[in-house]
């Protein structure tokens, strides 16, 4: 997503008098405060994985800053999940959370230790760690078809995830269902 920042210069070299600027758990307030220089406000919010938020206020001729950037955990990397699916065993498998929004799931380990089903898809997140993602797999079995899944969930940390939604599967010979589906994350890398 773009950037957004404003600069807002308040006062200058020669004004009697300046107008301060405060934000106050979210308002704007203004004060009439005696003649000062000129004060620069910057703010500058990110809205994209991992978000970044800060506030900096400076008075020319100094470069302290006047707030601290607070970043937001990203989902990006390896993640070993374990999924629960109303009609199913618990199964576990390894969750790749790409830079670009892409995810693959690999799943059901076979006896020879690789997955039995490969599912691709992507994944968005947003305010206060939360996160939805989605992807498609194919279903293993005497039932062959496709499942179609959607979960919204929350970073519980940065090394740790819990999602729930649905899985519509949709089988090769006409016939569909939808289940619950709950996943939980843990990061590996």
Do not use: N
């Not at 006047?66 to 109303?86: F, K, M, N, R, Y």
């Not at 992507?122 to 498609?136: I, K, M, R």
């Not at 929350?154 to 996943?183: H, N, P, W």
């Amino acid at each position: 997503m773009r950037k957004k920042q404003s600069t807002t210069t308040i006062g200058g070299p020669t004004a009697r008098r300046a107008v301060g600027v405060a934000l106050a758990a979210g308002f704007l307030t203004l004060a009439v405060a005696a003649p000062q220089p000129a004060l620069a406000l910057t703010a500058t919010t990110t809205k994209s994985a991992p978000t970044t938020e800060s506030v900096t206020a400076t008075t020319p001729g100094t470069a302290t800053p006047a707030a601290t950037a607070t970043t937001v955990p990203s989902p990006v990397g390896t993640w070993s999940v374990t999924t629960q699916e109303s009609d199913h065993p618990a199964s576990t498998g390894t969750l790749f959370f790409y830079a670009d929004h892409t995810l693959r799931l690999e799943a059901h380990p076979g006896p020879d230790g690789k997955p039995v089903f490969i599912g691709t898809g992507e994944w968005h997140s947003g305010y206060g760690g939360t996160l939805h993602y989605e992807f498609t797999h194919p279903l293993p079995g005497t039932r062959t078809g496709t499942a179609y899944v959607e979960l919204d969930g929350v970073l519980t940390s940065s090394t740790g995830f819990s999602a729930c939604g649905l899985t519509k599967r949709v089988y090769d010979d006409g016939g569909t269902e939808t289940v619950t589906i709950v996943m939980t994350g843990t990061k590996t890398a």
